[in-house]
């Protein structure tokens, strides 16, 4: 027999099961319902459940400082020491070639100054130049770029600014001005000098920069030139491609590869600058303080990583998808009743799968110095804390409107109508236009409808006429045939 205590003590253990049973499924029931209010929040606030990671790369480099950007975007896909100043060598040649395609024009014909050819250090690569001799522009920088020629930087230099001191100072402020911060030039060959400094990270930039050139893409993309006749070449020199990722029938030869420029020096050990464009896209790869052939290793690795890993986004919706137009409205930057905005080429980096919906934006309302004219605002774009692209807001406003009359002689003074303006004035016509037909239309139908009741009064006039009635006894006869008609209708529904 079980006692009444004993059956007590099992009940209350029960009771005391059941319990903890039931405070473990409330728990349970707990973190089930806040995970998934915590979904709920993240799909109603456009937070994505995943969050957004970077690629990285599987191998590193030998080189002490190295990256690889999109030459577009300017993102950095990938990089290691990237703001540590190291000797840049002959890899500052690709500075000195956008300052003189900026102030010379290829066919100018220059000559060779005695400061540019005297001096030059111990096994300094050169063009065979002499004082006195005369070659053009274009020559030189074939001469710089393919060979890397010091006396052909040297006499640029001296021929667009008067001297290399000069030079220099120009090659540095423009190196300021595509966004380059830890960068100091001071000759245009890369021959040693101290402070002569640079970053991996600025010298992308620069071979952005030179991506975007036409004429510098010309030269990269020749494997050899003729320059000349000089003193000491009185039949010209060929000059010869050495980036040997361009040059064909190496064991680095990559078909990807449209321009770069070598360097080296004791005190740089071997740098690499390499532009290279696939699948849409163009990266520039550098590296810094690496050894040979390793420089040519690690460039390719880089741009393996950069073509696999990532894509590009072009978006021609950025200003609905971003609301930009609100944005800057209710930071009061624009008059939203008098703007006409428009958003530029927007184009964003983002790894392989990503969704540009992770991708965040900020606005800048202090632009640089060669932002565009019209821009209102820059916007940057960043994805897993990357910056990923940037886009500049453009106000349309005052071109759609533009309309001024030109100061000049008698005889051509006349109005100039912007572009916009005439699409604006061509709208404007062609909705006039459009109204007017819309009238015509309109008034003539009235105009037929007015007629035709007209008509009919008129017949009804002329029969009340022979009728001999008047307009008082047609009714009273139209009433009294509609009651006789109602009086037939129900005599039918009673006598069916």
């Known amino acids: 027999m079980i006692s009444i205590g004993e059956k007590i003590r099992i009940i209350q253990t029960r009771l005391r099961d059941k319990r903890r049973c039931a405070a473990a499924a409330a728990a349970r029931t707990a973190v089930v319902r806040t995970v998934l209010l915590f979904v709920c929040i993240m799909n109603l606030t456009g937070i994505s ?28 896909l990938w990089g290691k020491n990237i703001h540590t100043q190291y000797c840049p060598a002959s890899i500052t040649k690709l500075m000195t070639a956008l300052v003189i395609l900026e102030k010379c024009s290829p066919d100018e014909v220059v000559t060779i100054a005695p400061e540019a050819v005297n001096g030059l250090e111990s096994g300094a690569v050169t063009a065979g130049l002499s004082a006195g001799d005369m070659l053009t522009v274009e020559e030189l920088l074939y001469a710089m770029l393919l060979r890397s020629a010091n006396d052909a930087a040297n006499a640029l230099a001296v021929h667009a600014s008067g001297s290399i001191e000069a030079f220099a100072e120009e090659m540095t402020s423009m190196a300021e001005a595509i966004g380059c911060r830890n960068t100091v030039f001071r000759n245009p060959s890369g021959l040693t000098r101290p402070e002569n400094l640079t970053t991996a990270y600025d010298m992308a930039l620069i071979g952005s920069e030179c991506a975007q050139q036409p004429e510098f893409l010309k030269i990269e993309g020749e494997q050899s030139f003729r320059i000349g006749p000089t003193q000491k070449n009185p039949d010209g020199l060929t000059v010869r491609a050495e980036h040997k990722m361009i040059v064909k029938g190496t064991a680095y030869t990559d078909d990807r590869v449209i321009g770069g420029k070598t360097g080296y020096i004791k005190a740089s050990g071997n740098t690499l600058v390499t532009i290279a464009e696939s699948g849409g896209m163009r990266l520039t790869a550098v590296v810094l303080r690496d050894k040979n052939p390793d420089h040519y290793k690690d460039t390719a690795m880089m741009l393996d990583f950069g073509f696999n890993s990532f894509e590009n986004h072009r978006l021609d919706d950025a200003a609905e998808r971003f609301s930009v137009f609100e944005r800057l ?18 184009v964003v980096t983002l790894p392989v799968g990503a969704d540009i919906k992770d991708a965040e934006v900020s606005y800048n309302y202090n632009l640089p110095e060669n932002a565009p004219e019209n821009a209102v605002a820059l916007l940057n774009f960043k994805y897993a804390d990357v910056n990923v692209g940037s886009a500049y807001v453009l106000n349309e406003y005052e071109a759609a409107v533009n309309i001024e009359v030109e100061d000049e002689s008698p005889d051509s003074r006349g109005l100039r109508v912007s572009p916009g303006a005439v699409i604006v004035i061509a709208v404007i016509i062609c909705f006039t236009l459009a109204a007017a037909v819309i009238l015509l239309i309109i008034n003539g139908r009235r105009r037929s409808e007015q007629e035709l009741r007209a008509r009919i009064t008129e017949r009804r006039r002329q029969r009340l006429k022979e009728l001999n009635m008047d307009e008082e006894e047609f009714r009273r006869l139209v009433e009294k045939k509609k009651n006789g008609r109602r009086q037939g209708e129900d005599c039918f529904r009673e006598n069916p």
């Open 49 to 76: 459940a995943s969050a957004a990671v970077w690629a990285a790369p599987s191998g590193d480099t030998t080189a002490e400082a190295a990256i690889v950007i999109d030459a577009e975007t300017k993102a950095v």
């Open 329 to 346: 409205f209710a930071d009061r930057i624009v008059d939203k009743s008098k703007s006409l905005l428009s958003v530029g080429d927007t």
